[in-house]
T-cell receptor, first 116, second 116 residues
Framework: GAGVSQSPRYKVAKRGQDVALRCDPISGHVSLFWYQQALGQGPEFLTYFQNEAQLDKSGLPSDRFFAERPEGSVSTLKIQRTQQEDSAVYLC??????????????FGPGTRLLVL | AQTVTQSQPEMSVQEAETVTLSCTYDTSESDYYLFWYKQPPSRQMILVIRQEAYKQQNATENRFSVNFQKAAKSFSLKISDSQLGDAAMYFCAYRSVYNQGGKLIFGQGTELSVKP
């Protein structure tokens, strides 16, 4: 596709519900990042994939958060037993090369999650 | 660990005037990249400008330029001839060249408004 897409754009969940957020990176992009952006804050790193391998998950806030990218393209961020503090915008970004650090990260529009 | 600080939560500028957004960062690394990203209300994060730490020359992109002071760990963004479309949240970000994948570390953001 022309850019990074994310779905759904908005998600309302009841506390305790499981949610799945999808990211479609730019076609051919090797690297994929997930960030969490709380209201009025800058994005914070959650996890990083190089192809299908999850190489860094140091930013995942708890074991309720799980991400996968089984075929090295589409990625899903799953949050189990959602809590109110999980309410945020979840941003996905992709870049073409894992070795060229100057590569631009292209961001998707984000999924706004509201947990009631 | 690296940190990025934006001390101006909000800034305002008159159309056609010049505005400078401040950013400081803390790192013990000698080589890294710094970025300014723009996030309009639609939420899609867009790269504005990038600076490689090993380059002494300040980066410029049309109306956007930076003042990179490596010793002071300062990285300000100057927007010249401000336009209504420049109104957005601006985030300063740091990217290590040593970190696998190159995750971005963001500041808290500065909300820029442009008055006609």
């Amino acid at each position: 596709g022309a850019g990074v897409s994310q779905s759904p754009r908005y998600k309302v969940a009841k506390r305790g519900q499981d949610v799945a957020l999808r990211c479609d990176p730019i076609s051919g992009h090797v690297s994929l990042f997930w960030y969490q952006q709380a209201l009025g804050q800058g994005p914070e790193f959650l996890t990083y994939f190089q192809n299908e391998a999850q190489l860094d998950k140091s930013g995942l806030p708890s074991d309720r958060f799980f991400a996968e990218r089984p075929e090295g393209s589409v990625s899903t961020l799953k949050i189990q037993r959602t809590q109110q503090e999980d309410s945020a915008v979840y941003l996905c970004a992709s870049t073409g090369s894992p070795t060229r650090i100057r590569e631009t990260q292209y961001f998707g529009p984000g999924t706004r999650l509201l947990v009631l | 660990a690296q940190t990025v600080t934006q001390s101006q939560p909000e800034m305002s500028v008159q159309e056609a005037e010049t505005v400078t957004l401040s950013c400081t960062y803390d790192t013990s690394e000698s080589d890294y990249y710094l970025f300014w990203y723009k996030q309009p209300p639609s939420r899609q994060m867009i790269l504005v400008i990038r600076q490689e730490a090993y380059k002494q020359q300040n980066a410029t992109e049309n109306r956007f330029s930076v003042n990179f002071q490596k010793a002071a760990k300062s990285f300000s963004l100057k927007i010249s001839d401000s336009q209504l479309g420049d109104a957005a949240m601006y985030f300063c970000a740091y990217r290590s060249v040593y970190n696998q994948g190159g995750k971005l570390i963001f500041g808290q953001g500065t909300e820029l408004s442009v008055k006609p």
